[in-house]
């Protein structure tokens, strides 16, 4: 008797798949639906979160450009992306510092540090990126002058307005995630410290109308500490690869002189030339005729000027004691391997001849003279 042989069916076609499929696709396209009809009704409210407000066209010789200034409903938007880098923290911790931290078996202290620069080396590497292309689609590295021609700078272009309020929105996120990370009582304070600096630099830039120059400056200092935390995670990684510390060494001096070249040329020959020198709050203009009285300007500049030597101490400080410990390993290496070099020699077995000694002739085991006896003849 022979037996058809049933055929097996895909189960990618089998009933309770197609049931089960059938019954997604109906949620989802209800659940679709849903969303839409909600965004109509919303969508002037999901704007104010997403994008920039506070658009203005302003005219130009090509037409009309529109460009943006800053309000209060810059905070809302700085709320809903404060969500988002909560979000995009919590994916590079999971996916990429989790995974390598497991292999690497970290103690506490450097499974903390590995994980702070590990977030700041990814947000630092997107945020030279980013400012790299916006001063130079713009025109800021090109055109020097343009750091302080027409100030203040009270209309800014979307993508630099955009790039300041992800740059505060990022860093107040850093204070919850103080919280969320579990950071050590004792790492707490000098982070603190960290933020509230970015925070007070950036949104200064940004209400006072230097944006132009704020973005020269994020786009050093944030160059310099990427290669910073690049080298800790190497360092964490093999602690006898320390080679991308020389590099950091040599970009953290040169962004500290264009820095303060930076400075000297806008504060005290770029702002003092400006047209407008009257206080006028209303059209953005706070403190440029301030900069016509040379004393506060060579105050401002020396401020300035003693704020980076201070920064230069701590660093040449930095670098003579890693220095000194680095000579002090080496040189304790160098005794340790002296010292066993010493006592393999001390224990190193010396070749005697077969037998023993007695009364400084040498016998062998049995009593009898190692020498060979000379046979008589018959």
């Not at 849903?34 to 203005?56: C, H, R, S």
């Not at 977030?119 to 916006?134: D, P, R």
């Not at 930095?318 to 002090?328: A, G, I, K, M, T």
């Not at 040189?331 to 070099?341: E, G, I, L, N």
Request: glycine share 4%; hydrophobic share 45%; charged share 20%.
């Amino acid at each position: 008797m022979a037996f058809r042989r049933r055929a097996k069916s895909h189960p990618l076609f089998s009933q309770e798949f197609l049931i089960h499929n059938h019954a997604d696709i109906g949620f989802c396209l209800v659940l679709s639906v849903l969303i839409a009809l909600m965004f109509e009704v919303t969508a002037k409210t999901a704007f104010l979160f997403i994008l920039p407000q506070y658009n203005v066209s302003v005219p130009t010789a090509d037409g009309e450009l529109v460009q943006y200034h800053y309000g209060l409903k810059d905070l809302v938007t700085i709320l809903f992306y404060i969500f988002i880098a909560i979000i995009l923290h919590a994916v590079v911790q999971e996916y990429a510092l989790d995974k390598i931290n497991r292999r690497l078996h970290l103690s506490k202290v450097k499974h903390s540090k590995f994980n702070e620069s590990g977030q700041l080396v990814a947000f630092h590497l997107t945020s030279v990126i980013w400012c790299l292309y916006v001063v130079v689609t713009e025109g800021y590295v090109s055109n020097p002058r343009s750091l302080w021609e027409n100030y203040p700078h009270v209309y800014l272009p979307f993508q630099v307005k955009f790039f300041y309020l992800c740059q505060l929105a990022y860093w107040l996120h850093a204070l919850p995630e103080l919280y969320f990370q579990k950071v050590r009582k004792e790492e707490i304070p000098r982070q603190l410290r960290c933020i509230t600096l970015y925070l007070v630099h950036i949104a200064g830039a940004y209400l006072l109308n230097l944006t132009r120059l704020g973005l020269i400056l994020l786009l050093l200092q944030y160059l310099a500490e990427f290669f910073f935390h690049m080298a800790r995670l190497v360092y964490f990684t093999d602690e006898n690869n320390e080679k991308l510390f020389n590099v950091w060494a040599v970009v953290f001096v040169v962004t500290r002189l264009f820095t303060l070249t930076l400075y000297i040329l806008v504060i005290g020959f770029g702002l003092p030339r400006v047209e407008s020198q009257a206080l006028d709050p209303e059209r953005g203009n706070f403190f440029s005729f301030l900069f016509n009285n040379i004393l506060f300007r060579m105050s401002v500049l020396l401020l300035v000027c003693l704020f980076q030597a201070s920064v230069m101490w701590r660093f040449i400080h930095f670098q003579l004691r890693r220095w000194r410990e680095y000579w002090n390993e080496q040189s304790s290496r160098k005794r340790v391997a002296a010292a066993t070099t010493g006592t393999k020699q001390q224990t190193k077995p010396l070749k005697r001849d077969s037998g023993y000694h007695e009364n400084g002739v040498v016998k062998a085991e049995n009593g009898t003279s190692p020498r060979t006896k000379k046979l008589k003849s018959p």
